[in-house]
């Protein structure tokens, strides 16, 4: 597991602004992992947080301007497994960060293979909990059939659905991100890029507020680095 000092040293801080100094100019995403990867050999949860947490200037804008905070009384299309990863890395203390689009992203790599089914349990609790305080108008989840237990965690987020007083479903699709990015009513839970950047949809960053209602969370926040980087 890599701690937060690997992400203060200079190697990485340099590899950061020349990341983004290239993909402001238009340079291609994983050729420029690569190459500023390699010229400062960043080890791989350094090049996976600069792949899923820095965009262009052009591209976090826009997203930034397409976000949204209340969920309240709000249609929701939630990328199931997106949403509940997130969480669930935070609880296991890996690497999670605020994006230069202000979207919380994580480092982990599970990669649809669960293996901390007790804790994936309990991010659902959390996730589930945030709802019932903050009361959407409809929860609509997509999980992804290829991820283990998907049935069973189909079952289990229904019955929640039901025990919190929730309108809602939770359906079992081959890919969510598919569902979601022709959908054109409600708001998308999800911190996939490839999706955000193909809906016109707003957005709501849900791992974000339930991390910092439920844990009080300080992330790393790459906008602030970026911008020390920067002057």
Do not use: W
């Not at 996976?48 to 929701?76: F, H, M, P, V, W």
């Not at 959407?136 to 997509?142: G, K, Q, S």
């Not at 309108?167 to 979601?180: A, F, N």
């Amino acid at each position: 597991m890599m701690d937060n000092n690997s992400l203060r040293s200079d190697e990485f801080l340099n590899g950061l602004g020349d990341y983004y100094y290239l993909i402001n100019r238009n340079f291609p995403e994983k050729g420029t992992l690569k190459l500023v990867g390699d010229r400062y050999r960043l080890n791989g949860d350094q090049r996976t947080i600069l792949y899923r947490g820095i965009t262009s200037e052009k591209k976090a804008s826009r997203r930034k301007k397409r976000l949204a905070e209340d969920i309240s009384n709000q249609y929701l299309l939630i990328d199931g497994y997106n949403v509940l990863f997130t969480i669930l890395n935070y609880r296991l203390g890996r690497i999670t960060f605020i994006s230069n689009d202000h979207i919380v992203r994580d480092a982990g790599s599970l990669h649809g293979k669960l293996r901390e089914e007790n804790l994936f349990l309990e991010s659902l609790d959390l996730l589930f909990d945030f709802f019932a305080e903050f009361k959407p108008a409809f929860v609509h989840f997509y999980i992804d059939s290829p991820v283990s237990l998907s049935n069973y965690h189909n079952q289990i987020i229904n019955e929640k659905i039901i025990s919190n007083k929730l309108s809602g479903i939770c359906e079992i699709v081959k890919s969510p991100d598919q569902c979601l990015k022709k959908n054109k009513e409600g708001i998308i839970v999800t911190s996939d890029s490839g999706i955000i950047d193909k809906t016109s949809n707003h957005i709501i960053d849900v791992p974000h507020l339930v991390l910092k209602s439920r844990f009080k969370a300080r992330l790393y926040d790459l906008n602030k680095i970026l911008y020390k980087v920067n002057q």
